[in-house]
């Protein structure tokens, strides 16, 4: 049971540089989201996908794209990276919208120098 | 979302009950309560959540208050492996992100 996967763990990238950020969940579940965890802010939703080509945007989407062609994998890419986006990524998944707890991946911790 | 109101730390004995509480007195009536924890480099694992009734399962049992304005989340024989950050978070039916507030740090003494 792999559950929920991100990768990299880690990622150490210079302004201005493309990244992408790889999530990939085995439950099938419908929904995917994509938090971004910072000192002082706690967990805030950046994007966040009903379906396979259904997107939406969070609470903080600017500097972020994502796209989900196939239902298990929900990629995050930061196109021009800068320093305000060093931060611990957490890629989450659920059953559904309505009364069903999200699953967080461990995680991918980037640098932006 | 209504917002929750924990302890920032608390401690507790290993092998003792852990009793975790949290005040959501502006809950409305289709808010769920829910429980996730954070163990240090590690994502947010999901413990439990309720609505009205006491819940229980494998990892914690959840007590609601009859008035939904506080909620107990109890480990019943706290190991070291639980020290970790505790988040109680309401959640609306059908919203779709989880607000997490500073939660409880909870530490396991041997």
């Known amino acids: 049971d792999a559950g929920i996967t991100q990768s990299p763990r880690y990622k150490i990238t210079e302004t201005g540089r493309q990244v992408t950020l790889m999530c990939h969940q085995t439950?099938?579940?419908?929904?995917m989201f994509w938090y971004r965890q910072d000192l002082g802010h706690g967990l805030r939703l950046i994007y966040y996908?009903?379906?396979?080509?259904?997107?939406d945007k969070g609470e903080v989407p600017d500097g972020y794209v994502v796209s989900r062609s196939k239902t298990e994998n929900f990629p995050l890419t930061l196109e021009s990276a800068t320093r305000s986006q060093t931060s611990v990524y957490f890629c989450?998944?659920?059953?559904?919208?309505?009364?069903?707890?999200?699953?967080f991946g461990d995680g991918t911790r980037l640098s932006i120098l | 979302d209504a917002k929750t109101t924990q302890p920032p730390s608390m401690d507790c004995a290993e092998g003792r009950a852990a009793n975790l509480p949290c005040n959501h007195s502006?809950?409305?009536?289709?808010?769920?309560v829910y429980w996730y924890r954070q163990i240090h480099s590690q994502g947010p694992q999901y413990i439990i959540h309720?609505?009205?009734n006491n819940e229980t399962n494998e990892m914690a049992s959840l007590i609601i208050t009859e008035d939904r304005k506080s909620s107990t989340l109890i480990l019943p024989h706290a190991t070291l492996r639980d020290t970790a950050v505790y988040y109680c978070?309401?959640?609306?039916?059908?919203?779709?992100?989880?607000?997490f507030g500073q939660g409880t740090r909870l530490t396991i003494n041997p």
């Open positions: 502006t809950i409305s009536g289709n808010e769920y």
């Open positions: 996908s009903a379906a396979a080509d259904i997107t």
């Open positions: 439950w099938s579940h419908s929904y």
């Open positions: 978070i309401v959640r609306g039916e059908g919203a779709q992100k989880l607000v």
């Open positions: 989450a998944s659920s059953k559904g919208a309505t009364n069903q707890p999200q699953h």
């Open positions: 309720g609505l009205k």
